[in-house]
């Protein structure tokens, strides 16, 4: 159980671009979804915080018009990475949490890796 | 949420248990204590959680100091496929998730 998936896995785009990214929890609902961007070597960088059927909170210094959140029902979010440029390269990933849970246990999806070109 | 500290890596013999420690020294007591793990190129993967008491699971043991300022996450009897960097991470139920550097294990046969 807890199963989060993410499409694509892995995506190539040139640069200017948008790509949208889906996480969905297949097997619970998750009033919570939260994404992350790890660049190699790194650990994961919370990027922002995704409420069912409200606007996501972002962290300092993640630019929420360039990275649009959508979290539309209680098993996906999107992200969208509007007009990408390399910089953009990364490891994105997304989490869950169950709805109605006794603990906030994250369950992760297996990451998204862009490429722009 | 509080910090935690953690050793940068670890090596283990394949069988032996790997015993990974974390320091949070500042953590409230609302605070959850969480371990994740992430195997390379990979989404971490949930393994154990616990606020003061011990706890165990088909993965894996942790351990709380009494004083909750620090704990040990405990895989008895490590195999090759242990092997990822290990996060610890305090947070409160309604509180998000900072990922510090993690140790890094190896389990070398």
């Known amino acids: 159980g807890a199963v989060v998936s993410q499409h694509p896995s892995w995506v190539i785009c040139k640069s200017g671009t948008s790509v949208k990214i889906e996480c969905r929890s297949l097997?619970?609902?998750?009033?919570?979804m939260f994404w992350y961007r790890q660049f190699p070597k790194q650990s994961l960088m919370l990027m922002a915080t995704s409420n069912e059927g409200s606007k996501a909170t972002y962290e300092q210094g993640v630019e929420k018009d360039k990275f649009l959140i959508n979290h539309a029902s209680l098993t996906l979010s999107t992200l969208t990475v509007t007009s990408a440029h390399p910089e953009d390269s990364s490891f994105y990933i997304c989490s869950a949490v169950l709805a109605g849970g006794r603990t906030d246990t994250q369950y992760f999806g297996p990451g998204t890796r862009l490429t722009v070109l | 949420d509080a910090k935690t500290t953690q050793p940068p890596s670890m090596d283990c013999a394949e069988g032996r248990a790997a015993n990974l420690p974390c320091n949070h020294s500042t953590i409230s007591g609302n605070e959850y204590v969480y371990w994740y793990r992430q195997i390379h190129s990979q989404g971490p993967q949930y393994i154990i959680h616990g606020l003061k008491n011990n706890e165990t699971n088909e993965m894996a043991s942790l351990i709380i100091t009494e004083d909750r300022k620090s704990s040990t996450l405990i895989l008895p009897h490590a195999t090759l496929r242990d092997t990822a960097v290990y996060y610890c991470?305090?947070?409160?139920?309604?509180?998000?998730?900072?990922f510090g550097d993690g140790t890094t294990l190896t389990v070398k046969p």
């Open positions: 097997d619970f609902q998750a009033t919570t």
């Open positions: 991470i305090v947070h409160t139920n309604a509180g998000k998730s900072t």
